[in-house]
Structure formats: structure tokens, C-alpha cells
């Protein structure tokens, strides 16, 4: 039975993208991420309820280091026959942290490291073993768009490149501020998918590349970090009703997870590379990402710094990146 690998599919929108996935589409799934005891939990769950096999993958995608050993797990997988080969991945995990920076084993701010570098170097070790007509799948944000309600409300740091933002802070210097990491790791993940379905087209590859927006959800793992007072209100519906108006984008945990699965999986999607989908009240469209996300030169630039940044050996990475 076809496999998919997601980051992040034990919490959140993934716990109902993984539901949907093994329910309607018959997937058997890799689950990948820092929480062994959470991942298995839900193993069994999905195992019991739906029949299909699921595999757990120790990965923390702040770390080159360990996104390195869970990517080698997942191709010996594969190797063995434990698995088939991949039909997709999909690159949900994520944080939005709070206060001064903090940085990662490697090096790096961690909003940045955790969201972009760790998914950008997975992608770099296992795209040679998604199947053909496979998937990549980036969950994005409307953040990113500097001229949308949502991207108003944090901000770009678009001033700085890849490794500037990585080493934002040090040395004494006035750090990026968090909501601007995450709404710029996210500018980087769509500029990101953007570039590899460039590089995947020149390369004759059949494999997609497709950018996804759930929308602003409460509920989930998102504001974990955040204040008490700010993680209630977030989730109230005063609130809701408070985005709407404003023009932010709305999502919700069950559909926003249903739509994720939707485009990864679905034969109505299978013209969706290079493509930025999104949820919105309820409905799921295909609309224009910020015009920063189609700057062809940035985002060159962007994935020549990335590779720099995750240290791509010389016998590492795929022919179809190149």
C-alpha cells in the first residue's frame, strides 16, 4: 500500500490530514517527529481504526543532525521493503515561539531552523524515493503576505537573506522579532516549493510541488509557546469573530487537516504544482501567494544560501535539485 511521510501529523491539523489520509485515500503513513511516546499513541490509534500501517519516525527538524538520522531510517525502510516507496511528504511540522531568540544545536534561530532549513534538508536526502506523480506538500501560512490581514499583523523581515535571519541576534545585534521569524520562514517555505517544482519541471520529474495555507486555527499546537492570556483569546469566539472581520483568513482544525490531506492525496490536485492553496471559512481555493513568493531571483538566492545552511555533503542531495 502507497506511504506518506508528514512531519508534525501527531498534533493539530496533522492529526486530522493522517485520519483523512488513512480513512479515504487508504495511505499507510510514516509519522515523523520529536515526540516518540505522543507518535506511537496515535499509531495505535490509526491502526485500530482504520486498518492501515503506520510507521514512527524520530525526527526534530531544528536538527541537521537528526533530520539527517530520520531521513537514513526512512530510506532504510524503504530499502528493507518495511515500506513502500513514498507518494508523498508533507512538511507540516512548525513553531511560532515567544521573546528573545533561542537557537538550535546547529546554530540557528530555531523559528527559522525548525520550520524551513530541517524540512529543506529532508526533502534534499529523500526526494530520490518519492514515487512518480508523488507529492510535496508545504503547510505555508497567510502571514507571509505583507499585503493581506494576516501578513499585516506580524510583518517580513524581507530585508535580510537566509543567513542573515538564521543568525539573527547574535553579536549584539537587534534581533528579527518572532512573529516576523515565522511569517518569514514561511515566505521561505513557499519560495522554497516555488524553486523546487522549477528544478523537479527541468528535471523531467512527474513530482509535484504544492504550497498550502490552513488559514488562522485555533486549537492547535501553534500558540503553545505563547502567553496564557493570548493562547484564550486566541481560541474564543469573539475572537473569531474579531479575524473575520478583519479580513484574516479563518480556518479550522478537522477541515483545514481534510484540505491538507485533499492536496496531497487527491486526483482533483494533481495540477497543483508550483500552486498556493488555501482555506478560508470553510472553502478550500486556489489564490495568488505574495508577490515577494514568485521573485524568481530571490528565490535563487534563497536556495543557493539553504544549501549552504544545511551542509550539503558532496554525496548527499538528489540530481533533481540540481
Known amino acids: 500500500m502507497p506511504t506518506i511521510l508528514i512531519t508534525g501529523g501527531h498534533s493539530g491539523i496533522g492529526i486530522e490530514c493522517c485520519k483523512v489520509l488513512a480513512s479515504k485515500y487508504k495511505y499507510n503513513l510514516i509519522l515523523a517527529g520529536r515526540s516518540p511516546e505522543r507518535m506511537e499513541n496515535f499509531a495505535k490509534e490509526l491502526i485500530k481504526s482504520y486498518g492501515i500501517k503506520v510507521s514512527v519516525l524520530a525526527m526534530d527538524t531544528s536538527s541537521l543532525a537528526s533530520v539527517r538520522s530520520g531521513a537514513s531510517n526512512c530510506q532504510k525502510m524503504i530499502d528493507k521493503g518495511e515500506v513502500d516507496k513514498l507518494m508523498a511528504i508533507i512538511c507540516n511540522a512548525g513553531v511560532r515561539l515567544n521573546g528573545a531568540p533561542t537557537y538550535t544545536v546547529d546554530g540557528y534561530e530555531e523559528t527559522l531552523a525548525t520550520n524551513y532549513l530541517g524540512h529543506a534538508l529532508l526533502l534534499e536526502l529523500l526526494v530520490d524515493s518519492i514515487a512518480d506523480n508523488g507529492r510535496i506538500v508545504f503547510t505555508a501560512s497567510g502571514t507571509h503576505d505583507p499585503d493581506t490581514a494576516d501578513g499585516k499583523m506580524m510583518g ?7 543567513v542573515g535571519l538564521a543568525n539573527t541576534g547574535k553579536g549584539g545585534a537587534k534581533p528579527v522579532s518572532r512573529g516576523k521569524l515565522y511569517a518569514t520562514s514561511k515566505l521561505y517555505m513557499i519560495l522554497y516549493a516555488y524553486e523546487l517544482d ?49 479580513g484574516v483568513t479563518i480556518g479550522d482544525i478537522k477541515f483545514s487537516g481534510e484540505c491538507l490531506a485533499r492536496v496531497t492525496a487527491d486526483p482533483e490536485y494533481a495540477n497543483g504544482s508550483g500552486k498556493y492553496f488555501q482555506t478560508n471559512d470553510g472553502e478550500l481555493t486556489e489564490r495568488r501567494s505574495s508577490k515577494l513568493s ?29
Open 156 to 162: 517580513i523581515a524581507d530585508e535580510y537573506d537566509a
Open 198 to 246: 522549477r528544478h523537479l519541471r527541468n528535471a523531467g520529474s512527474s513530482i509535484l510541488s504544492i504550497a498550502f495555507d490552513p488559514g488562522a486555527t485555533s486549537g492547535t499546537g501553534f500558540l503553545r509557546n505563547m502567553p496564557k492570556p493570548v493562547q484564550w483569546l486566541a481560541g474564543s469566539a469573539f475572537m473569531s469573530w474579531v479575524l473575520k472581520k478583519s
Open 294 to 322: 514568485y521573485d524568481e531571483e530571490r528565490a535563487i538566492k534563497l536556495w543557493k544560501d539553504t544549501k549552504t545552511l544545511i551542509h550539503i555533503q558532496p554525496n548527499e542531495g538528489s540530481l533533481k535539485l540540481r
